[in-house]
């Protein structure tokens, strides 16, 4: 009875108007999801032995704050209707899981779905919204996923404003990351409702590839990438365009392709979720999660997305500004062949069209740092010539 006393009070203490905490991810949320790696393949002590290397390896101390427990939690309903956790996975129950995350200085993340079974056939929340945000608040979540999978029938924004709903009315602080893979154009409409929504399906381990499984189909890296295109306009401080999560140490990817594949997720300013296997991490993998200088540009606060400023051959030019009048510049090379550059500054007229922001070269010299050398290497005052090799990126600061 307390319980169904609370779900009662809660939904009457709404006023006619809700809202999302809109002081939560005013830069793009860094995490670390179970999903890419293991699926449905985890319980509580591997969830442990992830927040143990997230804080041990320096990840946490880089910015990773959450992590994000996917598919495949979720037990059945009580007699009230509330939600339990599976009990195979989690014998110690989830406000222990939660407590030891927080223990760590990590925050917790769940995941639920809109539709009547989540995408891997578990309790989802349709029509116990208001239930789980409780559940979820109870256990100390703060960072909701919530998917769209057996959810035909809906319709998308009445079921996560319900869900956003939930959330403002459980009083607990909860970023809302809505993974709806940008069926219904959530950027035109979800400012208000989610700090993040999925603008494409899966993302998958590979370079430029779709997988087709039939009913849905899954992504690489580039592939995903191109889907970006024009959106910037609609992300920025508490409401990003979200390319999916991480494939970065995921195995298949080469060196440069990893490093790539991170520089432009920070250059659009995507959240940078990872999905590794933190155990086998290699020190490589680990310095290019880690890489504080190029997380910089993601996390910069002014927040805005980077652009295409041109495209020569298979080489891709883009630029980001930053707070303080800096720009971020990659260099990304999606041929099979080496790149040469040379790069007249003075010749070149950048603009950023959507903010009306540009870097002058032809009035304010930069400092040219290379940001995975961690190194200046000139100024712009100066012809830059350089080799980009295949599948790979330079990636610069040019500091006012």
């Known amino acids: 009875m307390r319980n169904l006393l609370i779900i009662f009070g809660l939904v009457f203490s709404i006023n006619n108007y809700c ?8 830069t793009p949320p860094m995490a670390w999801n179970t999903f890419n790696t293991f699926a449905g393949n985890f ?24 992590i994000i427990i996917d598919d495949n939690w979720t037990g059945n309903r009580d007699s009230l ?7 195979s996975r989690f014998p110690s129950g989830m406000e222990a899981m939660s407590e030891y995350i927080h223990s760590k200085g990590l925050k917790l993340g769940l995941y639920s779905d ?44 009445g079921a996560y404003t319900t869900m956003r709903d939930a959330i403002y009315a459980s009083k607990r602080p909860m970023i809302f990351s809505l993974c709806e893979w940008g069926n219904n154009k959530p950027w035109e409409w979800a400012t208000t409702i989610g700090h993040l929504w999925r603008t494409t399906g899966d ?32 992300a920025g401080p508490g ?13 298949k990817l080469t ?65 980001k500004p930053l707070k303080g009048g800096d720009w971020a510049l990659c260099f990304l090379n999606r041929g099979f062949k080496a790149a040469a550059i040379e790069y007249d500054w003075k010749k070149q007229v950048v603009v950023d069209k959507v903010f009306k922001l540009e870097p002058r070269f032809d009035q304010i010299r930069y400092v040219i740092r290379d940001l995975w050398l961690k190194k200046n290497i000139g100024l712009t005052d100066k012809t830059f010539k350089t080799i980009i090799p295949s599948h790979d990126v330079l990636m610069l600061r040019l500091i006012k």
């Open 81 to 87: 209707g509330f939600l339990t956790v599976d009990k």
């Open 43 to 66: 319980n509580e002590k591997l969830i442990r032995e992830m927040a143990d290397i997230i804080v041990s390896s320096g990840m946490k101390d880089a910015g990773y704050t959450y």
């Open 114 to 157: 809109a539709g009547y079974k989540t995408c891997g056939g578990y309790t989802s929340s349709r029509g116990h919204e208001f239930q789980d945000a409780i559940m979820f608040a109870r256990w100390g979540a703060d960072y909701l996923k919530y998917d769209w999978c057996n959810a035909d029938d809906i319709n998308a924004k």
């Open 239 to 251: 409401h990003w365009n979200d390319p999916d999560m991480l494939e970065v140490g995921n195995g």
């Open 19 to 26: 809202q999302k905490n809109e002081s939560l991810a005013l």
């Open 255 to 319: 060196a440069g392709e990893n490093r790539a594949h991170f520089s432009m997720w920070s250059m659009i300013a995507a959240p940078l979720i990872a999905g590794n296997d933190l155990r086998k991490m290699t020190k490589e993998i680990l310095e290019i999660l880690t890489n504080r200088e190029v997380i910089a540009i993601d996390q910069d606060s002014l927040g805005i997305q980077g652009f295409k400023q041109e495209k020569i051959d298979s080489l891709e030019i883009w630029y």
């Open 203 to 234: 993302i998958c381990n590979c370079w430029s590839c779709t997988e087709d499984y039939g009913t849905y189909k899954k992504y690489g890296v580039m592939t995903i990438f191109d889907m970006q295109d024009g959106l910037r306009q609609y």
